[in-house]
Structure formats: structure tokens, C-alpha cells
């Protein structure tokens, strides 16, 4: 089986630059979660679909972030302008039961 | 607030030797308590999965335990490996919305 995808892997911006991050989650898992993960830290949930519809963003900062899971399969995270804060692993997790979550590799983000 | 407490924030032990990572939470109402490894670059993997009626739980070198009274587990690595160098986060999952709530993680160093 297949896991979590997500890519880039690694990525270095500047500060005011915008950036995105793919995940195509295990194929038939209808929940998708993207969690920040700063140096030193637990993840933090940004935020979770089920299928196409947002179940919880109330840690998305939305003046900055946004995210989409048009089809219920994939999904994009954005932020736009980056600020040096935002340095951060950006990990997407997907599930079939809702006590279950499986991580991809995740996204390292670096802001200059 | 509900919160989980992982110690100590990073050990170094040689090859071969045994180690014991604490975690102490205070997620209510709870589900299951998980333990992942999370290697440099990687998303978290599962190690280990308690209920609340399980007090001990092994995965090959790993064995967890889980005092629900007192709201305490542990993670125990035997005869520790180079591999076993990685961060390991103890997480608790809530029994009415499955909310992941992590720790900061204990990041374990094995030296020849």
C-alpha cells in the first residue's frame, strides 16, 4: 500500500514570497489533515477535511493560509505572504478511522 | 487545556544500552494513547497503540505502558540500535472528536 505523498520536500523562500505544498493522501481515505511542525515541537493540526469539506481550520491562520481538497482526494496548503515564522515542517496525515492517522514525509520549510 | 508532557527533551546513550522515555498527559475524555517515531526528515511512524485497559504494549525492542490511573506511559528501548536515533512523540487521542493532542518529543541519540 501506497502512503502519503507529498512534495516538495524541502523548500527555501524569503520573507513576503508565496509557497504551496502537494499531498495526495492513502488512496481511500476520506479524512486529510496538514499539520505544522515547528523545530523542537509537536505538530500542530492547521487543519482537516472529510472528503472536500473542512471539518476543523481553527488554527489555520487564514490571513495567510489557505488550503483546498477540491476533489476530495489531494490537496494544497498555501501561505502567501511567508513570513520567518512559517519556518517549519509542514506534514500531511490521512485516514480511513479517525483514531488512525498516517504521516507523510512532510514538507521543510526555510524563510530568510 | 488539555496538554501532554514528554521527558526529558533529548538523552544520549551507547549502543546496546537500555533507555526509558517518559510521557504525562492530561487529555480527557481519552481514546488511546499512541507512541511514534518520527526520523530526521520523516513523518511520525506508529510504534505502539494503548487502550485504556492495556497497561503494556510491545513492538520488537519497544515496550510501552500505560497507567491510566495516573495518567502516565512510558516507551522503554531495548538493547538500543544507531537506527533508534529519532525523535519519539507520545501522543493521546480524544474518545469524542479523536483530536490528536502531541508532545514535543523526546529526541534519542544512539552513539557506537
Known amino acids: 500500500e501506497a502512503g502519503v505523498a507529498q512534495s516538495p520536500r524541502y523548500k527555501i523562500i524569503e520573507k513576503r514570497q508565496s509557497v504551496a505544498f502537494w499531498c495526495n493522501p492513502i488512496s481511500g481515505h476520506a479524512t486529510l489533515y496538514w499539520y505544522q511542525q515547528i523545530l523542537g515541537q509537536g505538530p500542530k493540526l492547521l487543519i482537516q477535511f472529510q472528503n472536500n469539506g473542512v471539518v476543523d481550520d481553527s488554527q489555520l491562520p487564514k490571513d495567510r493560509f489557505s488550503a483546498e481538497r477540491l476533489k476530495g482526494v489531494d490537496s494544497t496548503l498555501k501561505i502567501q505572504p511567508a513570513k520567518l515564522e512559517d519556518s517549519a515542517v509542514y506534514l500531511c496525515?490521512?485516514?480511513?478511522?479517525?483514531?488512525?492517522?498516517?504521516f507523510g514525509p512532510g514538507t521543510r520549510l526555510t524563510v530568510l | 487545556k488539555n496538554q501532554v508532557e514528554q521527558s526529558p527533551q533529548s538523552l544520549i546513550i551507547l549502543e546496546g544500552k537500555n533507555c526509558t522515555l517518559q510521557c504525562n498527559y492530561t487529555v480527557s475524555p481519552f481514546s488511546n494513547l499512541r507512541w511514534y517515531k518520527q526520523d530526521t526528515g520523516r513523518g511520525p511512524v506508529s510504534l505502539t497503540i494503548?487502550?485504556?485497559?492495556?497497561n503494556t504494549k510491545s513492538n520488537g525492542r519497544y515496550t510501552a505502558t500505560l497507567d491510566a490511573d495516573t495518567k502516565q506511559s512510558s516507551l522503554h528501548i531495548t538493547a538500543s540500535q544507531l537506527s533508534d536515533s529519532a525523535s519519539y512523540i507520545c501522543?493521546?487521542?480524544?474518545?469524542?472528536?479523536?483530536?490528536?493532542?502531541f508532545g514535543a518529543g523526546t529526541t534519542v541519540t544512539v552513539r557506537a
Open positions: 501522543v493521546v487521542i480524544r474518545s469524542n472528536d479523536y483530536k490528536l493532542s
Open positions: 496525515a490521512s485516514s480511513i478511522r479517525l483514531d488512525t492517522q498516517y
Open positions: 494503548m487502550t485504556f485497559s492495556e
